[in-house]
């Protein structure tokens, strides 16, 4: 059984909760709020294609290397099969250790690439990052938003998401940053 006291501390907490929820509500619906898909961003930007194409120029020569290099591995064990049965047992056996030795080498260069490709490409994308972050916030400060979401949104209105307007934004403010630069 409720006393008054407590009738009366509930119905003030109740009064005050509603109160609460509806400046909360007010103040929402004043709020200019945007969302940005910034995988979407990312893909589509100027400076993700300059990146890309930075990259590839970069490792191109590397990765024409080892491709040559397993391609030369490949014939040397084609040869070793075709001609094995013919073979003396000591060429047999140095043109295997030949051919294990360059799959070695070749293997050990691939993985080189692949590590400093990964390392390249980190580097680019945590720059891109940042720069696409001053972007989106420089927007927003210019189009009046007070809070942009980005990742953990499970559903935003297309009439929330700026991720088209800010794309078109970043192309029309930097067409120099398309192009990549020079090695």
């Given amino acids: 059984m409720m006393t008054p006291m407590t009738r ?8 005050a909760l509603l109160a609460f929820a509806a400046a909360a509500t007010a103040e ?17 930007s100027p ?3 300059a990146a890309q194409a930075t ?17 030369s591995l490949q014939e040397k064990v084609d040869k070793l099969q075709k001609e094995a049965a013919v073979m003396s047992e ?27 490709l990964n390392l390249r490409r ?9 720069a696409l972050l001053q972007e989106v916030q420089a927007y927003a400060r210019a189009n009046g938003y007070q809070l942009v979401v980005s990742e953990g949104v499970l559903f935003a209105a297309e009439g929330v998401d700026i991720t088209p307007q800010l794309v078109a934004a970043i192309k029309a403010k930097a067409p120099a940053a398309a192009t990549p630069p020079k090695p």
């Fill in 122 to 130: 980190n580097e680019e994308v945590g720059k891109m990052q940042r």
């Fill in 90 to 116: 000591a060429d047999r056996l140095r043109a295997e250790r030949e051919a294990r030795d360059l799959e070695l080498n070749v293997n050990r260069r691939f993985n080189e690439l692949q590590e400093d």
């Fill in 47 to 49: 400076q993700a294609k």
């Fill in 28 to 44: 929402a619906q004043a709020l200019k709020i945007g969302f940005v898909n910034f995988g979407r961003l990312l893909d589509e």
């Fill in 55 to 71: 990259l590839e120029a970069e490792f191109m020569p590397r990765q024409r290397d080892v491709a040559a290099q397993r391609k």
């Fill in 8 to 15: 009366t501390t509930l119905s003030c907490a109740l009064v």
